[in-house]
């Protein structure tokens, strides 16, 4: 850094200028006329990469960041480790982070190009991986931030190395391009995104709380299903009483209940597809990323362990509960993680649903044994109770359920939409307040080329 400042002491105020702006035939784009190209480092009061640091294991009062505490959403101070003493004390005050430093990420697949800014008063280092950028009062630190967040693809693919580990150069990222407008005109600009932002997290908000609900709305519908509140309005039309429901246990609406086969399944490249509980947590059957066992083995289970269309798989351990109907004529076998529920007296889609219920839910998880892992037991499961109708009303309660979580499913995925749409306003905002296109400008304004001639100065008045 030194040198750097140095060279700019050297250099005559035009000298330095020719070198802070960007020519013209290299600009990204055009900007407004008050605004000028630059590079990053002409818009710095500082700017440097952390050390690699000598870690304690015990927690000191000499904090680190790394890699994994930049999360996107802000520095997460419950990921960030502990510096030895001896290390720290070595350090100069420069690389400690101060209020309002721009910290980016610069190794690694997964978090390269992903920054935040520094909005604590804590005495800390970062590790000898993110770069900090110390703007003060040369150009918003909060701008930069957001220039960072629009422009994470690009920076992501300026980075050096191998797919799989990729890094940034700190001297090749300082010459980044970057568009500087006037002092006012940052703030006018930083305040206009916040208040946009802060409309779009609002909104962004009451989307994700129509999606989180989704799981509430379900299991109250399916309350109301299984407890006959779903077709009271039929039972009297048709003359049914609720006296006509029972229980019965599944081992007796069932041909058979059994989990996988307890042998290790001799595996190949080709053959029978053998799932997995990853193949059925969606509550759907899915045949990507399947295993394969050969054809024998297939061949040689019997057919209690033999999945066919309208059977019901139900998962057993660890994420236990979920039942998925067979869709599928596919012939394929499954892990001892499962069970396979051969409806015999019940609708298979009834008692895919009733499966669904909170209280079945409940049922598993007390027969549930085991510690580390849950594990519903076989038998326990062949002994669950159900409530239990005639064949017309399991019909009638499977078509209101359909045709109510068909809507509900729509609501969510337009939710889901939703989300996606907010994203893409924000990344637009901030595509267009780099251009200059939030109609916060004003062209009467003094140019940047003077704030970098005030730079200029200031830099050579330290010396």
């Known amino acids: 850094m030194a040198g750097r400042k140095k060279a700019k002491k050297e250099l005559t105020q035009e000298e330095w200028l020719e070198q802070a702006l960007v020519p013209e035939a290299e600009w990204p784009y055009r900007v407004p006329g008050n605004w000028c190209w630059t590079r990053i480092e002409f818009c710095c009061e500082d700017f440097f990469s952390g050390k690699s640091p000598k870690y304690s294991k015990e927690p000191t009062p000499y904090r680190i960041i790394g890699q994994q505490a930049n999360q996107r959403y802000g520095i997460d101070l419950k990921y960030i480790k502990y510096g030895t003493e001896e290390f720290t004390l070595k350090q100069e005050d420069r690389y400690f982070l101060k209020y309002n430093d721009v910290v980016l990420n610069t190794l690694g697949t997964g978090s ?16 000898g991986h993110p770069f900090v950028f110390r703007t003060g009062s040369k150009y918003s630190p ?36 970057i568009p500087l407008p006037p002092l006012i005109e940052q703030e006018r600009i930083v305040a206009r995104i916040e208040s946009l932002f802060n409309k779009l997290d609002e909104a962004k908000k009451k989307t994700q709380a129509v999606i989180d609900s989704f799981e509430l709305r379900k299991s109250a519908i399916l309350h109301k299903a299984f407890t006959g509140e779903l077709t009271e309005q039929w039972r009297k039309a048709h003359g049914v009483g609720l006296d006509s429901w029972t229980d019965k246990t599944l081992e007796s609406v069932c041909y058979s209940i059994f989990d996988g086969d307890h042998m290790p399944p001799p595996k190949c490249n080709t053959g029978i597809p053998f799932l997995v509980i990853s193949n059925v947590n969606t509550g759907y059957l899915s045949f990507n990323n399947t295993r394969f066992v050969p054809e024998s083995y297939y061949n040689a289970l019997s057919d209690t362990r033999k999945p066919k269309y309208g059977d019901i798989l139900y998962t057993l351990v660890g994420s236990y509960g979920i039942p998925v109907v067979v869709d599928s004529e596919k012939p394929f076998c499954f892990q001892r993680h499962m069970a396979l529920l051969k409806p015999k007296d019940v609708e298979a889609r009834y008692l895919w649903y009733i499966l669904q219920s909170k209280a079945m839910l409940q049922k598993a998880t007390e027969i549930a044994t085991g510690t580390a892992q ?90």
């Open 142 to 177: 909060d701008l930069l931030y957001y220039y960072f967040q629009v422009n994470e693809t690009q920076i992501i693919n300026s980075a050096n190395g191998s797919t799989n580990q990729k890094f940034l150069s700190l001297r090749s990222f300082a010459k980044y391009c």
């Open 374 to 463: 849950l594990t519903v037991p076989i038998r326990g499961l062949r002994k669950m109770k159900i409530p239990y109708v005639s064949r017309v009303e399991q019909i009638e309660i499977v078509r209101i359920l359909d045709i109510l979580f068909v809507k509900e499913r729509k609501v969510r995925e337009s939710a889901k939409i939703v989300l996606k749409q907010i994203d893409l306003i924000k990344k637009s905002i901030l595509a267009r307040a780099f251009r200059g296109e939030l109609g916060t400008n004003d062209p009467a304004e003094e140019s940047a080329i003077t704030l970098l001639r005030k730079i200029w100065k200031e830099s050579t008045q330290n010396f």
């Open 112 to 127: 390269i190009g992903r920054s935040n800014i520094y909005k604590y008063e804590h005495r800390m280092l970062t590790d």
